[in-house]
């Protein structure tokens, strides 16, 4: 459990430090669209899933190196990656329902959390 822990926090410091230096990047900085985030959101989501099919593949991979890379880093990175892994899920299952609450409730009630976490600061 400890060794655990330290993949995870171990990813996720250099997630996090990633996010922060693409962060920085000048052209991304131009204008008021928030294209940074876009990129890392993007990216991370590409990420995870690439992570996650070699993780679950013919030659998978080493659970640490899974725990450092999927939930370490790209959660560090963007925890938009798991959302788009975890909807994706579920469309591949069929479940568009469930994956149309999970969106659309994951869309509005994150904004209203950054709203009401904005009105109480």
């Known amino acids: 459990m400890i060794s655990n822990c330290l993949f995870v926090g171990a990813g996720g410091a250099a997630g996090a430090v990633c996010r922060y230096l693409i962060g920085l990047i000048p052209w991304l900085q131009r204008g008021a ?6 990129l890392i959101n993007l990216l991370g989501a590409f990420l995870i899933g690439l992570i996650a099919q070699r993780a679950g593949g ?9 725990l450092l890379l999927k939930v370490g880093f790209c959660g560090g990175f963007t925890t938009f ?15 568009w329902g469930l994956f149309s609450l999970y969106a659309g409730l994951s869309l509005v009630l994150c904004i209203a959390g950054a709203a009401l976490g904005k009105a109480v600061g």
């Open 58 to 66: 013919p030659a998978g991979m080493d659970p640490n190196l899974v």
């Open 33 to 38: 669209f928030p294209l940074p985030t876009l």
């Open 81 to 95: 990656s798991t959302f788009s892994l975890e909807s994706l899920s579920l469309l591949e299952s069929g479940r």
